[in-house]
């Protein structure tokens, strides 16, 4: 459908079912919903990230700690008592069963003395506090464990390795690291689905209030909003709404009843003159030159009513009066119909009447005011159609949506001025200027804006073509959808 | 013809009943509802013509009273309300035919004579004839003197609606309404065009025309003597 023929309502409508999908990701309330559930997870796995990071930290320097202290012990040791003395405190310290590690090795980083088996892999430099794992025997079996410590070069190419047993605490590490991705999903997962029925029950409330519109804009203006039981701003909103429907719907009646009473108050007098005129008529009695004057005040007259009726009759399709007056109508039929009765013109004038064959092509609409829309155009098509040339008339049913088209061969508008006729026949004031011809179009235009129709001007190479496109027949019209007003109910209790 | 007219524009009632009785009718007028329903239902007319809008008692309820007494005289409503739903509401409570104001006074006129006649009682007829000119509604099919005239299905409408009414005139605006059933105006005169096609089909080779136009007013079909 295209986007021009189609109200943002019907839009919002039609998305509803068929295409669930792209609707989640266009929804302001489902955005809404994404971003805070994305930026929820993101700061959880900060946060957690920042609190793991700074206890690492923590318990690091606090084992760093107790390393550097042995260190400054057993060097102070070793200088004081040589590699002898060295080796048998170590060894001591060695059989302790703490968390302790020690290995004293030569400069070939072969083992002289400690509780480490052979020098680790991974530390081949002194220096910084480093992470290695080591073997250790217990009982009958050989356990990898974590450990953190230092190498110390000693005096006389000697390495003392000063390591502290950390594996309780790499293991909990290890348990956080691995639960933190988790974590995180779970933060999404039920992040997005409270967030997800939070979005569906806030947009089945807005969907209830753009039913309700596009109901409205479909010409029920009986129709008003639920309003729940527990006045939250969602039935303040509905509330408000309601108020300023009740309060158009006052106006639009008023209008009416102005326009119905102008037409009275105006009719009344055009009739008097008419028949005023009549009368004289009668009382002089025809043929004198007097006579020929008051014939010509008559067809005035009569030119006059047929403006003032079209203008009522645009006032009143514009004001949606005849809404209430659609049916399901078959194009096929009114086409025929119209072509029939212009066809003798047609032929009278030398310009070939053709009526394009189409199938059932069903609308909703008013049959009465789209003839007349019909027969305008045609009335015009064949005024504006030289001699020999013809017009086609045509209903179709298209992938959008059923269309009328009226083509001539005449001498068609120039497209600058096209979209200026197009433009200046939307408004009625500015086709005032050139009754006749003018009004014709208009209510062409006013009958294409009460059926939700598009009335294009269109180049027919050569001439003119005029389509009405309308809208597909939506059910919404006839069957409102009782869901709204089901779910409302079930909000309600 | 004895005529009611209930208007309470007195200018447009005077208009009306001088019109009427120069066409040489018997009229009764009556400015609000209640006294148009009384003189309505207390004596007998051929045709009542009432305004959709009245003081006292509206020109609907007034009808619709007439037909709850069983009173079953033709009504013709005048109306200035806008058309769109005003004439099927009128036609609904009971009127027989719709005007809406201002309205020519030939129109008017040819409206009431057609109800007049719609009121006698009509056998069913299959043949209509005017003339030598005639029509069989079963056979749908036209002749005039022993020659079949070939019609085309409109047409045929058309000049069964001109036959049923012969001898009267006949608006453009019946003509519209009634064989095509629109009650607008197309732009040009469209109707002209197909009565001068059915006239040719009619009256063209024969001495004596029958379809006649009646010059400000519309069409009457009527044999050569009447």
């Known amino acids: 459908m295209p986007p021009e023929s189609e109200t943002p309502a019907a839009k919002w409508l039609r998305s509803d079912d068929a295409t669930f999908r792209p609707r989640v990701f266009r929804t302001q309330a489902y955005r809404i919903v994404f971003v805070y559930v994305a930026v929820f997870a993101v700061s959880v796995a900060a946060l957690l990230a920042f609190t793991y990071w700074n206890t690492k930290r923590a318990l690091d320097s606090q084992t760093d700690q107790v390393i550097e202290g042995e260190i400054a012990e057993l060097n102070a040791q070793y200088l004081q008592l040589g590699l002898r003395g060295l080796a048998d405190l170590i060894a001591t310290r060695s059989s302790h069963g703490g968390p302790g590690l020690y290995l004293l090795a030569n400069s070939f980083q072969q083992r002289i003395v400690g509780n480490l088996d052979s020098w680790p892999r991974t530390l081949e430099h002194p220096g910084n506090f480093v992470e290695f794992d080591y073997k250790r025997r217990t009982e009958n079996q050989i356990e990898t464990r974590r450990a953190r410590g230092r190498v110390f070069p000693l005096a006389g190419g000697f390495y003392l390795l000063i390591a502290q047993d950390v594996h309780e605490r790499y293991l909990t590490e290890r348990l956080f690291t691995t639960t933190l991705p988790w974590t995180v999903g779970l933060v999404l997962v039920l992040g997005l689905a409270g967030g997800g029925l939070m979005a569906r029950n806030m947009l089945r409330r807005l969907d209830q209030i753009n039913r309700t519109s596009a109901e409205i804009i479909g010409g029920d203006l009986t129709r008003r909003v639920p309003i729940g039981p527990s006045h939250d701003e969602f039935d303040a909103l509905a509330e408000n709404l309601n108020t300023m429907l009740d309060r158009i719907e006052r106006l639009m009646k008023g209008v009416r009843e102005v326009a119905d009473s102008v037409a009275h108050d105006l009719r009344t007098p055009l009739n008097r003159l008419r028949n005023r005129l009549e009368t004289t008529l009668r009382h002089i009695g025809p043929g004198s030159e007097q006579a020929g004057e008051i014939e010509a005040a008559v067809a005035e007259t009569d030119q006059l009513i047929t403006t003032f009726n079209a203008l009522l009759l645009i006032a009143e399709a514009d004001a949606g009066v005849a809404r209430g007056k659609m049916s399901m109508i078959d194009l096929a039929p009114v086409v025929e119909d119209v072509a029939e009765l212009y066809e003798p013109l047609a032929e009278e004038k030398g310009v070939t009447l053709k009526l394009s064959p189409a199938g059932s092509t069903v609308i909703e609409g008013n049959r009465s005011l789209i003839s007349q829309a019909l027969a305008n155009l045609v009335d015009n098509a064949i005024k504006y159609t030289p001699q020999g040339g013809r017009v086609t008339v045509t209903a179709l049913e298209t992938p959008d949506g059923a269309e009328l088209r009226v083509a001539d061969s005449g001498q068609g508008i120039p497209e600058a001025e096209r979209a200026r006729v197009v433009e200046r026949f939307v408004r009625l004031d500015a086709s005032r200027s050139a009754p006749g011809t003018g009004l014709g179009l208009s209510l062409v235009a006013a009958v294409a804006r009460l059926h939700d129709a598009r009335l294009v001007l269109e180049d027919n190479k050569p001439g003119l073509r005029a389509v009405m496109r309308f809208p597909r027949p939506s059910p919404r019209a006839k069957s409102a959808p009782p869901r709204g007003r089901n779910e409302s109910a079930a909000a309600a209790s | ?226």
């Open chain 2, 1 to 226: 013809m004895r005529i009611l007219v209930v208007e309470d524009d007195l200018e447009a009632q005077r208009y009306l009943v001088n019109g009427l009785k120069e066409a040489g009718h018997v009229v009764d007028d009556a400015a609000d509802g209640e006294t148009g329903l009384t003189l309505a239902l207390s004596r007998p007319y051929d045709v009542a013509i009432i305004d959709r809008m009245l003081p006292k008692m509206d020109g609907l309820k007034v009808v619709a009273d007439m037909r709850e007494h069983s009173n079953v005289t033709p009504v013709l409503f005048l109306s200035a309300l806008s058309e769109v739903d005003d004439r099927v509401k009128g036609l609904k409570a009971g009127g027989d035919d719709y005007l809406t104001k201002p309205y020519a006074f030939v129109e008017l006129l040819a409206r009431i004579e057609a109800l007049m006649r719609r009121r006698s009682p009509q056998a069913v007829k299959t043949r209509l004839q005017v003339g030598d000119l005639e029509l069989d509604l079963l056979t749908r099919t036209a002749q005039r003197g022993g020659a079949a005239i070939d019609l085309q299905p409109r047409e045929f409408r058309l000049l069964e609606y001109l036959m049923r009414h012969a001898s009267q005139v006949v608006t453009r605006t019946m003509l519209l309404e009634s064989v095509w059933e629109y009650h607008f105006d197309p732009q040009t005169n469209v109707i002209d065009v197909h009565i001068s096609r059915l006239r040719a089909k009619i009256d063209k080779g024969f001495d004596t025309a029958l379809l006649h136009t009646v010059r400000g007013a519309g069409y009457m079909i009527r044999a050569a003597r009447v």
